[in-house]
């Protein structure tokens, strides 16, 4: 039963698809593997320079190993979303965690996001923008079928919901 004010802050339903620790391991490794892997080349190839590179390779590999690790599954035990005929709701972050609300009323658009590493695992994103100046709520590691399904749901709910969304 829909809060007699409107919808209220509260911790979102559903979780996002387990295919996003992957692609969020994925995307976290893009900087310090490569980083890892060229200090440890250059650490082997120049002799003198290793009291330089060998801290660097040990900083950078222990560093990312630790984020590596942890981030994306602590990502998957925060990140939420859920519509309803009221409202989206969104929980997000992994240091910095985001609950959010938006009532239908306030939605102008709705758009799906796919960057090449989303496709690769066939996930996507959704991003509701809102008339707000916290911007727009992005709802990332959808399964692509059940993101298209709310982008419909969505787009048919806000049509016959009323307001101006301003």
């Given at each position: 039963?829909?809060?007699?004010?409107?919808?209220?802050?509260?911790?979102?339903?559903?979780?996002?698809?387990?295919?996003?620790?992957?692609?969020?391991?994925?995307?976290?490794?893009?900087?310090?593997?490569?980083?890892?892997?060229?200090?440890?080349?250059?650490?082997?190839?120049?002799?003198?320079?290793?009291?330089?590179?060998?801290?660097?390779?040990?900083?950078?590999?222990?560093?990312?190993l630790?984020?590596?690790?942890?981030?994306?599954?602590?990502?998957?035990?925060?990140?939420?979303?859920?519509?309803?005929?009221?409202?989206?709701?969104?929980?997000?972050?992994?240091?910095?965690?985001?609950?959010?609300?938006?009532?239908?009323?306030?939605?102008?658009?709705?758009?799906?996001?796919?960057?090449?590493?989303?496709?690769?695992?066939?996930?996507?994103?959704?991003?509701?923008?809102?008339?707000?100046?916290?911007?727009?709520?992005?709802?990332?590691?959808?399964?692509?079928?059940?993101?298209?399904?709310?982008?419909?749901?969505?787009?048919t709910?806000?049509?016959?919901?009323?307001?101006?969304?301003?």
């Amino acid at each position: 039963m829909p809060h007699p004010d409107g919808p209220r802050l509260r911790p979102p339903h559903h979780r996002v698809e387990r295919r996003a620790i992957a692609w969020w391991m994925v995307r976290a490794a893009l900087i310090p593997v490569p980083t890892a892997l060229v200090t440890g080349v250059l650490y082997l190839l120049i002799p003198p320079a290793r009291l330089v590179f060998g801290p660097v390779f040990l900083v950078v590999a222990l560093f990312g190993l630790a984020y590596l690790t942890v981030m994306p599954l602590w990502r998957y035990r925060v990140h939420r979303w859920e519509t309803t005929d009221h409202a989206v709701y969104t929980s997000s972050g992994w240091l910095w965690q985001h609950w959010r609300v938006a009532p239908l009323s306030r939605i102008q658009t709705v758009d799906t996001v796919r960057g090449p590493l989303e496709q690769l695992f066939g996930l996507s994103g959704i991003k509701v923008t809102t008339a707000s100046a916290s911007g727009a709520l992005i709802i990332r590691g959808l399964d692509r079928g059940r993101a298209a399904d709310v982008v419909e749901h969505l787009t048919t709910a806000t049509q016959a919901t009323t307001g101006d969304a301003t």
